[in-house]
């Protein structure tokens, strides 16, 4: 996290200002396509519809969680591991999640256009909700284990103490590190070949004659957008590298390069979130217009 005791109280409060504006900025717009959705039983017996509102309540608990745990490396730097852990629990699974749900998402598309007499039945509200708990199942056991290694590997004296707040700080044995390529390796690997394979099967799809080319046109740019999203989601994977290679070369800017890998990882992919599916689709378009006029 961005933390220097060299800064002035008026850099901190400015960056944090904003990462604060720009948290609850999302989670507002966020907040809106959740009312709308509850509000509105049309949405309920939809897979994409609920596939989409279960990514946007996922990206609001990891901005709570991202946004609290950068303004507490400021105002607290020193929290107790305990407390660190479920943090970070709860902020990685929320943070893996978010691929998993695009390659969902790419998927329940691709049924939709490519084998549309199948979609009702393969793609039923039971299902999605069967595969949204399969998403934080796979999410939520290697985040488990780090734990569990931790708990192996360390004396329980450190789930006493206080420490400053992020992954490398906590998970930091080899065993840690070997997980944690691996499974960043084998889960990004997974999503890019869903996503590639879908946009090309709708592509080849959208081709023939029978199909909606509208609708078929409209999938192709949502699993592009996805594709958009997941790069900037990489980034989160690429940012201590590159903040290791921009370092040297700016010495004097480290906590301004931290800052904007933070905001550019962390912050600015939720804010494609509302954008995919929400402000792009006719009925949400419908609701948010129908809850301006009340």
Not at 41 to 53: A, D, G, H, K, N
Not at 97 to 104: D, E, F, K, V
Not at 115 to 144: D, G, N
Request: net charge positive; glycine share 2%; aromatic share 12%.
């Amino acid at each position: 996290w961005d933390v220097s005791p060299s800064q002035g109280t008026p850099k901190a409060f400015f960056k944090n200002f904003i990462v604060v504006f720009l948290g609850i900025t999302i989670n507002y717009v966020n907040g809106i396509f959740v009312f709308i959705f509850s509000r509105s039983p049309v949405f309920y017996m939809e897979s994409r519809y609920i596939l989409y509102i279960h990514l946007v309540i996922n990206d609001m608990i990891m901005l709570c969680i991202t946004v609290s745990l950068h303004v507490v490396s400021y105002t607290m730097p020193l929290i107790n591991v305990s407390v660190c852990c479920v943090l970070l629990l709860v902020g990685s699974v929320t943070t893996k999640n978010t691929p998993m749900s695009l390659a969902g998402m790419a998927v329940e598309r691709y049924i939709a256009i490519c084998k549309p007499l199948r979609h009702s039945q393969t793609c039923t509200v039971r299902r999605t909700y069967m595969l949204i708990l399969l998403i934080w199942s796979v999410a939520f056991i290697p985040e488990l284990a780090d734990i569990v290694i931790l708990f192996l590997t360390r004396p329980l004296t450190i789930f006493t103490s206080r420490i400053l707040c992020y992954r490398l700080a906590i998970y930091n044995t080899s065993h840690h590190l070997d997980k944690s390529v691996v499974l960043n390796v084998l889960l990004l690997s997974f999503v890019w070949i869903t996503l590639i394979y879908t946009y090309f099967r709708i592509f080849i799809t959208a081709k023939t004659a029978t199909t909606d080319q509208v609708s078929a046109k409209k999938a192709q740019n949502t699993i592009l957008l996805h594709g958009v999203q997941l790069l900037f989601c990489m980034m989160s994977y690429i940012a201590p590298l590159l903040e290791l290679i921009l370092f040297p070369l700016f010495p004097n800017d480290k906590t301004k390069i931290m800052f904007s890998t933070f905001i550019i990882t962390n912050i600015l992919p939720r804010f494609l979130t509302p954008l995919i599916y929400g402000i792009r689709d006719q009925k949400f378009v419908t609701h948010i217009k129908k809850l301006l006029i009340l």
